[in-house]
Nanobody, 127 residues
């Protein structure tokens, strides 16, 4: 049974930082492209960042470029999202996702490319 479990969300003031983690189990983690998405109630799920199987290639949404860093540890079956200089508009539920056959690029921004999803972790940024 595949499980993706996010953690690290919370309430932070604007300008602050958070580090999200997503622990994976039940899958060959190193063979999956991993990504982070976010969603605000009533809106579509939005791409945040993706990372290749080896960790050598990353891709970011324009809205977080320069403020967020995605990384992974294949030894720990975990993907991370370091978020700095947080803004109120970053408030959302953050989800990690796993894609068995994709590559990091334009297609990795599409939610329907992903095979597995976590349950999400809430990030709230106060102004």
């Amino acid at each position: 049974q595949v499980q993706l479990v996010e953690s690290g969300g919370g309430l932070v003031q604007a300008g602050g930082s958070l580090r999200l983690s997503c622990a994976a189990s039940g899958l060959a983690f190193s063979t999956y492209v991993m990504a982070w998405f976010r969603q605000v109630p009533g809106e579509e799920r939005e791409f945040v960042a993706a990372i290749s199987r080896s960790g050598g290639v990353t891709n970011y949404a324009d809205s977080v470029e320069g403020r967020c860093t995605i990384s992974r540890s294949n030894a720990k079956n975990t993907v991370y999202l370091q978020m700095n200089s947080l803004k109120p508009e970053d408030t959302a539920v953050y989800y990690c996702a796993a894609d068995r056959f994709g590559v990091v690029g334009r297609s990795s921004r599409e939610p329907n490319k992903y095979d597995y999803w976590g349950q999400g972790t809430q990030v709230t940024v106060s102004s």
